[in-house]
């Protein structure tokens, strides 16, 4: 057991003398510092650990003698009062008997044993009371000072005693009591009392030397006393209040009240630490020094190193400072570039600098080199990932867009292929960064070094502004040759314009109008415009342009010189002249992106029109309705021709084709036309067949009229194809001729192809539920019968009983059988057999009501269910169904040509919830109950049988 121990003595105190001492520049301190105090750290740690480890050593030992000691002293005590249990022996006799007073003989023998036992003072034998006293070999005293009930049992031995320590005035010594008690006759007998000294009790003399350097106190758990105290006559108090040792050590003395108490100051535990503390901290000196000696080693080599590291710092910031005056001046982008490699060979002291870019074929050509070449002499970069040499620095940056700065070549495993010459031309390390143009990666520029390790954080950080220098300049360049190549070979119209008179224009404004150049000069803006009103709606926008000097209109419509409508986007801006109206503006073509964006809206609208559509007719319907919302068709219909060559209209949406079945009337006469209508050519040649200005190629025929009235000028007519087959023609009309190019012929051929996949998908769909239906049928009927099988009753029982739960009825099912059917197939065949049961399951359906249920289990085994019975009269409602039942066997059946079989019916009946609420147990008991009908089939009074009824009949086993 160890107590607290108190902090021991600092080690660090000379090192903390010599840090005083120390009176170094403040730079010298924060660089010698950190080891030191790293150091000093350790080593308090070490010594720490170091006066623990004492600590637990002494207490160890301490507890090793304490226990040495208590064991002493066991021993002791064992050998008394093994002496007194040899005295009381001695005591009886030969008889066995102690008389009183003690006979000459008996008080003889205890003299002579008191002689050979020179340790006892005194010796006395006591009454029965342990008080009175029948003999002693001190002065005659009636009894003892000490009353027996403060003597307390070893627990060891029970009838051995120890009374309380105290000081005899007749021994004139500190003596413990010990008392031995013997039983006579089973009744409790005479006591044998004497008091040990506790000098020889507690006398360490017997304890090897080493044992003896403790102060031992021994200490009476009974009363707290200290026996080592009371020995020198000294105040009793409880040692362990009176006394703050550094560490006590425990040990209990086994089998008696006694423990031994050791002190272990603190001069003993330092003692033990400081024995070898002065190897230790000869050690710890020597590695404080060294550990000065490595830091003064490193420091000098930092200090080396950052010099070093400046250096190429201010290289490479003045690197960047060339490299952005040059691409802020820069005309020419071969000239850039050249010149940037240059510049980094010049000033960062690189290898190699090169700028590369990949060709059609994917392998990088040099836009750029500067240095040692001779590195690139047949060697290949491919930017394809796929390729061993398009794995290495500049591949990556090429295809992922992010620069990579590779630390050495020799742990680099991508760089395999380029490894050996790089090592043997003395470059250990390279970086490769993007250079990008107009938003996208343009060009690689990649640099190479003799040293590993080479590119820090800052390193970085200057090269990815050198690329973006690059990148600016390379922007400014294209913007430049940009702007000289605007006018003349911009792909949008610029116009010059004061005061709504054109001043200038460049000669794609004259393309878009279809003049002649220079053919817009001195013209008024209004001849621009498809017509007045869109004059002036674009007249609006010139407040807006002279408040917010810029103005931006989205589809103008536009008149070019051959009368077609132009559909552009305006774009105006004002220019500073406070006495004019003038601006600039642009005008972009979009007619094709307007017919594309309705294109594409028809293309959605008809999707969303099969994928919403739940039949044929709805799907052609809803087809219609959205090829006409706001796309380039105002009338789209879905026909086809008879063979008799008239024309059957089954959906259609937009102008005119209400009335279009008009043209019926005309069509035998267009066809011997030249030029039919596009309908009747897609029919006849079961294909795609469309007219740009079918107007104009009709302008002969009985449709003329009807064509013109509805504005039909190009129509185009594709197949519908259905199950392999053409179904019918899907025709597209627009008011405006010259509409049908390639991109809307293969969206209406897109329409019509999806139209019919849909129609084949509906029929696909109504087969599979048809055939799902027919094999759900056949997998819930019997084949032979038609009557619902054994799955269908499986499926019907729950739910019927959950009515009748619901609606508070009953059910009853029975379970039937027929009687002679054997004998039928014996006799005429199983044909027969299979004849007789189709019969009897047509006559049983027939029989039994619209609410109940029939249903054959297999052979000649059926069931049937009455639902809807009043619980209180449900076995006559049973019987009134079953009469009517028993009638489907009353009459033979004919089961050959010629002869007839006859067969009975035996039925068990089992109610819900009277006889069961679940159906397999409703089943079991109904099956039980025709079983028992059927045994007794001779002496029955009817063919069926309750299975309430089979309590006095069957006394058989309940059922589950």
Not at 457 to 486: F, P
Not at 650 to 662: F, K, R, V
């Amino acid at each position: 057991m160890v107590m607290r121990v108190s902090p021991f003595p600092s080690f660090f105190v000379a090192a903390s003398q010599v840090f005083r001492a120390i009176k170094k520049p403040a730079k010298m301190m924060v660089s010698y510092g950190l080891p030191v105090l790293v150091v000093a750290i350790c080593g308090t740690a070490v010594e720490f650990d170091e006066y623990q480890h004492a600590i637990s050593r002494i207490n160890e030992a301490a507890r090793r003698d304490s226990q040495a000691y208590a064991n002493l002293i066991m021993e002791r005590l064992d050998t008394r009062f093994t002496e007194l249990d040899m005295a009381l022996a001695a005591l009886r006799g030969a008889d066995d008997k102690l008389g009183t007073p003690l006979s000459p003989q008996v008080e003889l023998s205890l003299r002579h044993y008191l002689l050979s036992r020179p340790a006892y003072s005194t010796f006395s034998v006591l009454g029965a009371d342990g008080e009175s006293i029948q003999w002693s070999s001190s002065e005659q005293k009636k009894a003892l000072d000490e009353p027996l009930r403060d003597f307390l049992p070893v627990p060891k031995m029970p009838h051995h005693f120890l009374g309380p320590v105290h000081y005899s005035e007749s021994l004139g010594t500190v003596v413990l009591p010990m008392r031995v008690r013997e039983k006579d006759g089973g009744k409790a007998g005479y006591f044998l009392g004497s008091p040990y000294r506790l000098s020889r009790f507690l006398d360490e003399q017997e304890l090897p030397p080493d044992y003896r350097n403790w102060d031992f106190t021994v200490i009476d758990t009974r009363s707290g006393q200290s026996l080592t105290h009371l020995l020198h006559m000294q105040v009793q108090v409880h040692p362990l209040l009176s006394v703050k040792p550094e560490m006590v050590a425990l040990a209990p003395v086994p089998g008696y009240p006694f423990v031994v108490q050791t002190l272990v100051s603190s001069s003993r535990v330092w003692h033990a630490y400081s024995q070898q503390a002065p190897a230790r901290w000869s050690a710890e000196a020597l590695l404080l020094v060294l550990l000065l000696l490595v830091g003064e080693f490193l420091i000098r080599r930092r200090d080396r190193e950052q010099m070093a590291h400046l250096r190429r710092l201010t290289d490479f910031n003045m690197f960047m400072a060339q490299a952005s005056q040059c691409a802020s001046q820069a005309n020419d982008e071969a000239g850039l570039l050249q010149e940037i490699c240059d510049m980094a060979i010049r000033y960062t002291h690189f290898r190699i600098a090169l700028i590369a870019r990949p060709d059609e074929a994917q392998w990088f050509q040099m836009l750029a080199i500067s240095g040692a070449r001779a590195y690139l002499n047949n060697i290949a970069i491919s930017a394809r990932g796929d390729l061993p040499e398009g794995r290495g620095t500049i591949g990556q940056v090429w295809r992922t867009g992010l620069p990579i700065f590779n630390a050495s070549f020799s742990s680099n495993a991508a760089l395999a292929p380029w490894k050996e010459r790089a090592l043997k031309l003395g470059l250990r390390s390279n970086t490769a960064l993007p250079i990008y143009r107009d938003g996208k990666v343009w060009a690689v520029f990649s640099v190479y070094h003799e040293k590993a390790d080479i590119f820090d954080d800052q390193l970085q950080i200057l090269l990815k502004e050198v690329c973006i220098n690059i990148s600016m300049g390379l922007d400014r360049i294209y913007s430049q040759q940009l702007k000289t190549a605007l006018l003349d070979n911009s792909l949008v119209g610029i116009l010059l314009v004061k005061n709504r008179v054109v001043q200038m224009t460049n000669s794609y404004a004259t393309h878009m109008f279809g003049l002649e150049p220079d053919a817009l000069v001195g013209k008024s803006t209004e001849i621009f415009y498809a017509d007045q009103a869109e004059f002036e709606r674009i007249a609006e926008f010139y407040e807006q342009l002279e408040q917010k000097r810029t103005v931006r209109i989205t589809g103008v419509r536009l008149a070019r010189s051959d009368g077609q409508i132009l559909i552009a986007d305006c774009s105006g801006v004002k220019l500073s002249d406070l006495q004019n109206d003038i601006s600039v503006w642009t005008l972009e073509d979009v007619t094709s992106r307007d017919v594309a964006r309705r294109l594409y809206h028809a293309l959605v609208n008809a999707a969303d029109a099969v994928l919403l559509a739940t039949d044929e007719r709805e799907m052609c319907r809803r087809a219609c309705l959205d090829l006409v919302r706001d796309t380039l068709f105002h009338a789209v219909w879905i026909g086809r021709v008879s063979d008799e060559g008239q024309l059957e209209v089954l959906s259609h949406a937009g102008e005119g084709t209400e009335g279009i079945e008009q043209i019926n009337n005309c069509l035998d006469q267009s066809c011997s036309l030249s030029q039919p209508l596009v309908i009747m050519r897609a029919w006849r040649d079961r294909d795609l067949a469309y007219s740009n200005d079918e107007l104009a190629e009709q302008a002969n025929s009985p449709c003329f009229e009807f064509i013109r009235a509805n504005n039909w000028r190009a129509v185009l007519c594709a197949p519908i194809w259905r199950d392999g087959q053409i179904w019918a023609i899907m025709t597209f009309v627009s008011p405006q001729a010259q509409v049908f190019d390639a991109p809307s012929i293969a969206l209406c051929k897109r329409v019509t192809s999806l139209l019919g996949h849909a129609l084949d998908k509906l029929d696909v769909k109504q087969r599979i539920e048809c055939l799902q239906e027919q094999e759900a049928a056949r997998a819930r009927h019997d084949m032979l019968t038609g009557l619902p099988n054994r799955l269908a009753l499986t499926e019907y029982l729950p739910q019927a009983l959950a009515r009748a739960q619901r609606q508070t009825t009953s059910v009853a099912i029975g379970m039937i059988d027929l009687d002679g059917f054997k004998q039928v197939n014996d006799t005429y065949g199983h044909e027969a057999g299979d004849r007789l049961l189709q019969q009897l399951g047509q006559n049983l359906q027939a029989r039994i009501r619209q609410t109940d249920f029939v249903a054959r289990l297999g052979g000649d085994e059926f069931v049937v269910v009455f639902e809807g019975l009043t619980p209180t009269q449900a076995v006559e409602q049973v019987e009134v169904v079953l009469a009517a039942l028993h009638t489907a066997v009353e009459k033979p059946f004919p089961v050959t040509v010629e002869g007839t079989a006859t067969v009975g019916m035996t039925l068990g009946v089992a109610l819900y919830p009277q006889d069961g609420e679940n159906a397999e147990s409703l089943l079991k008991r109904a099956d039980k109950a025709m079983y028992h009908a059927k045994q007794n089939k001779k002496t029955r009074e009817k063919w069926w049988f309750l299975v309430k009824d089979l309590a006095g009949d069957a006394p058989d086993a309940p059922l589950p």
